[in-house]
């Protein structure tokens, strides 16, 4: 504790009338100088103690308790001062201003860390400010005296100017790094974010190497989609190109950019780049053809008619070429079946083909038939719902469709009432999983009955319905790149008209189209990875029982084997912490899928190399120092006057401000009131007795 003292003026008289009394007596007395009059200046003390005693001084001591003065160290803990050597550097620097500042009288020191969540957060990169801002927040204006600034310099949320940041004090930075550093940099400079299934798309990137030398070379980058090796490039270097890809499903589809090391490397966090575009189908075109008018022949047109995405072109045979009655051309309002147009012309436009109880009737000649299948072959949809002659030689089956066909048929058709029922392996299936089947007494489904039904032998692909005796009643196949459905009964309309209570014919034909249509969430074999949070949520779907090992690789590089919880309907999933930001790779041995924490290209690798540049504004306008860890000694701390320079050869200032607390405050008069009395008196009294003479 120590003292201090100080006068309180508290006039006896309004200040207005005490300046107007002492102009007047400072003429009076000006003038009997000027005079030279005897007394003069014993009148003029008479006065001056006059005034003094109507202005009534009073001495006031404080007592004050010292405060200590605080000084921040920011310590940069972004990804980017994890490359060596500025972690070591970062540390030693830490421990020594610590204590050079610990060492200080009347200082405290508080460290504050910041930049670890520079990935995690956001995309705005390493934010050592604000959490500066928050620490001068908790200061007393007085008290602060400085902040010493521990980073590589790469800061993106740097103030305009100090008052901004509402900085007085000095400001320094220990610049960590190697001196001339140099790194290979893959940018994106545009992508989109959506797209056409099947529609060409095109992004711009440029790989750079800092610092530009201006030497031609060429880099190799190669471009996966989905975890898949898509193309290879090369690209020359420092020049912007544009690389042109497609989606080929809905939904997510992450393009993982990586271009080979440079001649000189400091990480290789940003020879990656990834992009997600969301891919969206155009309306699907079905063409739905109908062998022959029926019950159920509208209830394929309502269900697909009722979907907005579905552009449907719907024929329905009505006069078949053996029918020969007579009626004149002319006089019938039927229109030719446009087959060369159809099924050749444009059968590649059409993402479905539906035939509904369709038979060899001499319509479509094999050659068209041949195309259909070469369709499925590559790439296209089939669907076929079969009427009774599918059992006989009028069949599909019998033509070169055949091939794509997964149910071969026996010649027998069950014709007595039937619940359909989803088989075991249906029950695995997106398709049929969760499908709602009700259950009755001995777990008998309750839907509606079904009263005629094809029989068949699978051949190949996936049986996840069956009907009477356990018979195939829907089966599911791969052909080559396509896809192909076959329903056994020409019942479905019964569901839909609500017989028995109908069931779920419009959910159950829509996930079979979708299916047929690449639909990712209908995919029977998937694995899928999204971060959620702080989590990383893996989940595959198998036909298969078996639960192989998963296999997650970090951003990092550092792998894991974990397995995964079976779930209902063919799932199998689990959550593990998700700890680095970047795109996690998982993988089941077949397949890969992918997944973003943090922002796909985050603002904090697009320059690795150390800078002071970012704060040399700050630094300039406090008067602060930048000191190169990697060439210059960690410097000392003193403490320093406003007026004195901030810092000199091997050290470096903060304020020294002085702030105190009062305590307590005692007052006293400034001159006892029998004194200036006397003065006034004595004074006055000499004076008349000097003018007198």
């Known amino acids: 504790m120590s003292g201090a003292f100080s006068i309180d003026w508290a006039p006896?008289?309004?200040?207005?009338?005490?300046?107007?009394?002492?102009?007047?007596?400072?003429?009076?007395?000006?003038?009997?100088?000027?005079?030279?009059?005897?007394?003069?200046?014993?009148?003029?003390?008479a006065v001056a103690a006059m005034l003094l005693a109507l202005a009534n001084p009073a001495l006031v001591e404080e007592q004050r308790d010292p405060l200590n003065d605080v000084a921040l160290v920011v310590v940069d803990e972004s990804p980017s001062q994890d490359i060596d050597p500025r972690g070591a550097q970062t540390e030693a620097a830490t421990a020594q201003i610590v204590r050079e500042l610990e060492a200080l009288p009347n200082t405290d020191v508080r460290v504050v860390r910041a930049g670890a969540d520079a990935l995690a957060l956001d995309k705005d990169g390493t934010r050592l400010f604000t959490a500066l801002r928050a620490a001068m927040a908790k200061i007393p204006r007085q008290r602060f005296a400085g902040v010493v600034v521990i980073s590589d310099g790469q800061v993106h949320d740097v103030p305009e100017s100090l008052e901004a940041?509402?900085?007085?004090?000095?400001?320094?930075?220990l610049l960590t790094g190697a001196e001339d550093e140099g790194d290979r940099r893959l940018t994106i400079a545009q992508a989109p974010s959506f797209g056409i299934v099947g529609k060409p798309l095109s992004l711009t990137l440029t790989v750079e190497d800092l610092p530009a030398t201006g030497e031609r070379r060429l880099?190799?980058?190669?471009?996966?989609?989905?975890?898949?090796?898509?193309?290879?490039?090369?690209?020359?270097?420092?020049?912007?190109?544009?690389?042109?890809?497609?989606?080929?499903?809905?939904?997510?589809?992450?393009?993982?950019?990586?271009?080979?090391?440079?001649?000189?490397?400091?990480?290789?966090?940003?020879?990656?780049a990834a992009v997600a575009v969301n891919g969206?189908?155009?309306?699907?075109?079905?063409?739905?053809?109908?062998?022959?008018?029926?019950?159920?022949?509208?209830?394929?047109?309502?269900?697909?008619?009722?979907?907005?995405?579905?552009?449907?072109?719907?024929?329905?045979i009505l006069r078949p070429p053996e029918k020969q009655d007579?009626?004149?051309?002319?006089?019938?309002?039927?229109?030719?079946?446009?087959?060369?147009?159809?099924?050749?012309?444009?059968?590649d436009d059409f993402d479905l083909i539906i035939f509904d109880r369709y038979r060899r009737r001499g319509v479509?000649?094999?050659?068209?038939?041949?195309?259909?299948?070469?369709?499925?072959?590559?790439?296209?949809?089939?669907?076929?719902?079969?009427?009774?002659?599918?059992?006989?030689?009028?069949?599909?089956?019998?033509?070169?469709?055949?091939?794509?066909?997964?149910?071969?048929?026996?010649?027998?058709?069950?014709?007595?009432?039937?619940?359909?029922?989803?088989?075991?392996?249906?029950?695995?299936?997106?398709?049929?999983?969760?499908?709602?089947?009700?259950?009755?007494?001995?777990?008998?489904?309750?839907?509606?009955?079904?009263?005629?039904?094809?029989?068949?032998?699978?051949?190949?692909?996936?049986?996840?319905?069956?009907?009477?005796?356990?018979?195939?009643?829907?089966?599911?196949?791969?052909?080559?790149?396509?896809?192909?459905?076959?329903?056994?009964?020409?019942h479905m309309w019964l569901w839909s008209r609500g017989f028995e209570g109908g069931g779920p014919q419009a959910e159950l034909l829509r996930r079979v189209a979708h299916w047929l249509m690449r639909e990712p969430d209908l995919e029977e074999e998937a694995l899928r990875?999204?971060?959620?949070?702080?989590?990383?949520?893996?989940?595959?779907?198998?036909?298969?029982?078996?639960?192989?090992?998963?296999?997650?690789?970090?951003?990092?590089?550092?792998?894991?084997?974990?397995?995964?919880?079976?779930?209902?309907?063919?799932?199998?999933?689990?959550?593990i912490p998700a700890?680095?930001?970047?795109?996690?790779?998982?993988?089941?041995?077949?397949?890969?899928?992918?997944?973003?924490?943090?922002?796909?290209?985050?603002?904090?690798?697009?320059?690795?190399?150390?800078?002071?540049?970012?704060?040399a504004g700050l630094l300039k306008a406090s008067g602060g120092a930048t000191v190169r860890l990697a060439s210059e000694s960690i410097p000392s701390v003193r403490k320093i006057k406003p007026s004195r320079d901030r810092h000199g050869r091997g050290w470096i200032g903060i304020a020294d401000n002085d702030a105190y607390v009062v305590t307590g405050v005692s007052q006293a008069p400034f001159l006892p009131t029998p004194l200036l009395l006397l003065l006034i008196l004595g004074a006055g009294v000499y004076a008349w007795y000097r003018e007198g003479r």
Not at 27 to 44: D, E, L, Q, T
Not at 286 to 312: C, F, T, Y
Not at 335 to 343: N, Y
């Open 326 to 347: 007579g009626t004149p051309i002319r006089e019938l309002s039927l229109i030719a079946f446009p087959t060369r147009e159809l099924f050749e012309v444009k059968l």
């Open 280 to 316: 969206v189908r155009d309306r699907l075109r079905v063409l739905l053809v109908s062998g022959e008018p029926h019950a159920g022949e509208r209830a394929w047109r309502n269900i697909l008619k009722s979907d907005p995405s579905v552009d449907l072109v719907h024929f329905t």
């Open 12 to 45: 006896l008289i309004p200040w207005s009338a005490f300046f107007a009394l002492a102009a007047a007596a400072v003429v009076v007395v000006g003038f009997a100088v000027w005079r030279r009059a005897r007394g003069a200046w014993w009148r003029a003390l």
């Open 529 to 575: 990875a999204t971060v959620s949070g702080a989590s990383l949520e893996i989940t595959r779907r198998s036909l298969s029982p078996r639960q192989p090992q998963i296999e997650v690789t970090a951003p990092s590089g550092e792998r894991r084997q974990i397995t995964l919880k079976p779930e209902d309907g063919g799932r199998s999933s689990t959550a």
């Open 579 to 615: 700890t680095e930001t970047g795109l996690y790779r998982i993988s089941d041995g077949e397949r890969t899928a992918m997944a973003a924490a943090g922002p796909l290209n985050p603002r904090e690798f697009q320059d690795m190399r150390a800078s002071a540049a970012p704060l």
């Open 165 to 173: 940041l509402g900085l007085e004090a000095p400001m320094h930075l």
């Open 364 to 490: 479509l000649p094999s050659i068209y038939l041949e195309n259909i299948a070469a369709y499925v072959e590559n790439g296209g949809a089939l669907l076929e719902a079969v009427g009774p002659t599918f059992a006989t030689p009028l069949s599909l089956y019998r033509t070169p469709l055949g091939r794509v066909l997964p149910g071969e048929p026996t010649g027998s058709i069950f014709e007595r009432g039937f619940r359909p029922r989803v088989t075991d392996l249906g029950h695995r299936h997106p398709v049929t999983a969760a499908l709602g089947e009700p259950a009755g007494e001995n777990d008998e489904p309750t839907w509606g009955r079904w009263f005629r039904q094809v029989d068949a032998d699978p051949r190949g692909g996936n049986v996840v319905m069956s009907g009477v005796e356990d018979r195939p009643l829907l089966i599911l196949d791969r052909v080559g790149e396509g896809r192909v459905a076959q329903l056994l009964s020409d």
């Open 219 to 272: 880099a190799r980058v190669t471009v996966r989609r989905d975890g898949a090796a898509e193309q290879v490039l090369q690209i020359p270097v420092g020049v912007e190109q544009t690389v042109e890809f497609d989606l080929d499903h809905r939904g997510p589809n992450v393009l993982d950019i990586e271009v080979e090391p440079g001649p000189r490397e400091l990480s290789l966090a940003n020879n990656r």
